[in-house]
């Protein structure tokens, strides 16, 4: 393979954008892309003004030429789209969440094995933060010990007047633990480099919007690998006068340090974001983390081409959902009893 040519199908979040330029960072070219919403279909066109628009999406899963598939689709869409792809050779990176339900896991789970293609979801917050991709070469180089406790704090800004419809369907988005916890589960299992882990309570809530009785705007569980605890709080709670869509946290609690990582602001009055601030025997530390190099998509291209997992393990791609599909599924079995 000399080159990856890869089509977007599926435009429903604008997270789309965010994998397309990934992608193209590292080298792959963007060929096509299938959509059949007229209006985002125009405003992908706008961004990517020589990229054509293909007719049918069978029309890209029989292309031989095309190696990879990248969607943002509806999130209870992703799955099946997913499998068609693999059934068809090609490779496959889509959003947050991969899958809403774990039947659909199972199901992924079952075709990637089968097909050896690559299912790969692009948790932006951590591969997407450079100061997340920082904490990660810290931790690793063993700059704060082991780690024994990760807080994953990921607000954001509701903006209801600008989502669409299946956005509020509890069907179509899969719950807030599902959909956005999903990114504090992977980087709950890298930071603590556990390949599994137990879910010891979770929880969801409507506190702000009463009219969209299927929307969850918060979220909480707690889990351990029986040597490391996590905590990991999620909202649609982000007030109008936070100068970012969220104020996103991680702190890590290592046996000889400490770090939290400020993803989108810091308070304290610092411009921008990915600050990281580490604690250790020899003091404290802020480090500007906004010019740190951002690996996955490259990594992502290399393994494509040498079948390898250096972007993230497949399994960890797959636990970090089954461990938040897990962590809804109780949540809301415990708010049907109380």
């Known amino acids: 393979m000399t080159e990856l040519r890869f089509a977007a199908v599926g435009l429903n979040h604008n997270h789309i954008y965010g994998q397309v330029n990934c992608l193209i960072r590292a080298g792959a070219k963007l060929v096509g892309f299938h959509e059949k919403d007229d209006a985002l279909a125009a405003e992908f066109t706008a961004a ?22 990248t969607s943002a689709a509806v999130s209870s869409d992703r799955a099946e789209l997913a499998i068609r ?10 959003d947050k969440p991969g899958m809403t339900s774990l039947d659909q896991l199972a199901k992924v789970r079952r075709v990637q094995a089968e097909t050896g293609r690559i299912f790969s979801i692009l948790y932006s917050e951590h591969f997407e933060s450079p100061a997340t991709v920082m904490a990660g070469e810290l931790v690793a ?7 024994v406790h990760l807080v994953g704090l990921g607000p954001h800004r509701l903006r209801k007047e600008t989502r669409p419809d299946w956005f509020f369907r509890r069907q179509d ?3 807030i633990l599902t959909d956005i916890a999903s990114h504090q589960c992977e980087q709950f299992l890298f930071f603590t480099g556990a390949s599994d882990a137990t879910i010891l309570s979770a929880s969801v809530d409507n506190r702000s919007v009463p009219d969209m009785a299927e929307l969850q705007d918060t979220g909480n569980i707690q889990l351990s690998t029986g040597r490391a605890t996590g905590t990991i709080h999620v909202n649609w709670l982000t007030p109008d006068g936070m100068p970012t869509w969220g ?3 991680l702190f890590i609690v290592g046996t000889t340090g400490t770090i939290e990582v400020r993803k989108t602001v810091d308070l304290a009055g610092r411009a921008g974001g990915n600050h990281l601030f580490i604690a250790d025997r020899r003091g404290v530390e802020h480090i500007d983390c906004a010019g740190v190099e951002l690996p996955f998509g490259h990594q992502l291209v290399a393994d494509i081409r040498d079948r390898t997992e250096t972007a993230m393990p497949q399994e960890r791609c797959f636990k970090a959902m089954e461990l938040a ?9 415990n708010r049907e009893t109380n």
């Open 48 to 69: 990517y003004r020589d990229v054509p628009r293909i007719a049918s999406l069978e029309q890209i899963l029989e292309d031989e030429s095309i190696g990879l598939i």
């Open 85 to 94: 792809a693999m059934q068809h050779g090609k490779d496959v990176l889509v």
């Open 141 to 147: 180089t063993g700059a704060i010990g082991e780690v």
């Open 173 to 175: 988005y899969g719950g």
């Open 247 to 249: 104020d996103g946290r």
């Open 325 to 333: 599909l897990q962590a809804q599924a109780i949540a809301e079995r």
